[in-house]
């Protein structure tokens, strides 16, 4: 349940399921307010701008929303438009697509639409973001950068974003896009920053900028290299990174984690295996008592 006067950000880590049982994006729609939710969708990011909003609409008037409608300024300048800033201000939740996260931050980030965005999660509106749009998130995002497990000198690189979660960096298409590698060396060389990793149809629900609840198919990647040591100020562009002693934290479904402390705060599984638990167990347990009345 949400707490009266929090803050709450859904940072979705790409290819959420729109069809199924739609977990993520109905968390969203809960959050904003469900039925009496006023939805903003902002689809810049996208090279299909009209297709995203009408797919994110479908859905969010599947599930029960009635006010919806978008933003998308084709430039920088259009982000001073009183009438979009207005169609934020009016928000209850905001939507933000996936796509090219350096188009939101060269249209959107330092700009009176992207301030009002601000102001709205400041005010209590539920911002949340897909894949470009979970990037956006923080302070400093990725803006581009090589795949794979292997962290490498200078293999990514940060731009600005929007603030809304300072002291993180967000990907996303973590394990499916073997990025590892890349959220590692980032956090490498600037180990003030936790590094987070967002599977596909996943998302971390965060409170207040510090209590992360996961949410989805796939699990969330945190690394803490506070502690850590590298060689990251000294290595050729392109070389092997070393890294010892971060720290890495899986969190799947039902795990709740504070993100100041870098801890688990609980857990509560939402995947058992029924097989062993149930039907295994009862069977051993059976043979068992069997073979002990024959003794």
Same mark, same amino acid.
């Given at each position: 349940?949400?707490? #009266?006067?929090?803050?709450?950000?859904?940072?979705?880590?790409?290819?959420?399921?729109?069809?199924?049982?739609?977990?993520?994006?109905?968390?969203?729609?809960?959050l904003?307010?469900?039925?009496?939710?006023?939805?903003?969708?902002?689809?810049?990011? @996208?090279?299909?701008?009209?297709?995203?909003?009408?797919?994110?609409?479908?859905?969010? @008037?599947?599930?029960?929303?009635?006010?919806?409608?978008?933003?998308?300024?084709?430039?920088?300048?259009?982000?001073?438009?009183?009438?979009?800033?207005?169609?934020?201000?009016?928000a209850? +939740? /905001?939507?933000?697509?996936? +796509?090219?996260?350096?188009?939101?931050s060269?249209l959107?980030? +330092?700009?009176?639409?992207?301030?009002?965005?601000?102001?709205?999660?400041?005010?209590?509106?539920?911002?949340?973001? $897909?894949?470009?749009?979970a990037?956006?998130?923080?302070?400093?995002?990725?803006?581009?950068?090589?795949?794979?497990? $292997? #962290?490498?000198?200078?293999?990514?690189?940060?731009t600005?974003?929007?603030?809304?979660?300072?002291?993180?960096?967000?990907?996303?298409?973590?394990?499916?896009?073997?990025?590892?590698?890349?959220?590692? @060396?980032?956090?490498?060389?600037? #180990?003030?920053?936790?590094?987070?990793?967002?599977?596909?149809?996943?998302?971390?629900?965060?409170?207040?900028?510090?209590?992360?609840?996961?949410?989805?198919?796939?699990?969330?990647?945190?690394?803490?290299?506070r502690?850590?040591?590298?060689?990251?100020?000294?290595?050729?562009?392109?070389?092997?990174?070393?890294?010892?002693?971060? /720290?890495?934290?899986?969190?799947?479904?039902?795990?709740?984690?504070?993100?100041?402390?870098?801890?688990? /705060?609980?857990?509560?599984?939402?995947?058992?295996?029924?097989?062993?638990?149930?039907?295994?167990?009862?069977?051993? $347990?059976?043979?068992?008592?069997?073979a002990?009345?024959?003794?």
């Open positions: 349940m949400r707490k #009266p006067g929090s803050r709450s950000l859904l940072i979705i880590g790409g290819a959420e399921d729109k069809v199924g049982r739609v977990t993520v994006l109905r968390r969203f729609v809960r904003a307010g469900g039925r009496k939710a006023r939805i903003v969708v902002i689809p810049t990011a @996208s090279s299909v701008p009209d297709e995203v909003v009408e797919v994110y609409s479908t859905v969010f @008037s599947r599930l029960g929303c009635e006010s919806i409608t978008s933003v998308n300024p084709p430039n920088r300048q259009a982000s001073n438009d009183e009438e979009l800033i207005g169609r934020i201000d009016d209850t +939740g /905001i939507f933000i697509s996936g +796509g090219n996260q350096l188009k939101l060269q959107i980030v +330092g700009t009176p639409l992207g301030r009002a965005l601000l102001e709205a999660y400041q005010r209590g509106a539920v911002v949340a973001g $897909t894949s470009a749009g990037s956006i998130m923080s302070q400093f995002m990725i803006s581009m950068g090589e795949e794979g497990v $292997t #962290p490498r000198q200078r293999s990514s690189q940060l600005a974003g929007l603030g809304l979660l300072p002291g993180v960096i967000v990907d996303q298409h973590f394990d499916q896009r073997a990025r590892y590698g890349r959220l590692l @060396s980032l956090v490498a060389g600037s #180990p003030s920053l936790l590094g987070m990793g967002i599977d596909e149809d996943t998302a971390a629900e965060i409170t207040d900028e510090t209590e992360l609840t996961v949410v989805g198919s796939g699990a969330v990647f945190v690394v803490d290299a502690n850590a040591v590298t060689d990251a100020h000294e290595a050729r562009r392109d070389a092997p990174l070393l890294v010892t002693g971060a /720290i890495v934290h899986t969190l799947p479904f039902g795990a709740t984690f504070d993100l100041d402390s870098a801890k688990l /705060i609980d857990f509560v599984e939402k995947y058992p295996d029924v097989a062993v638990q149930s039907g295994r167990d009862q069977h051993d $347990t059976a043979t068992a008592a069997a002990l009345r024959h003794h």
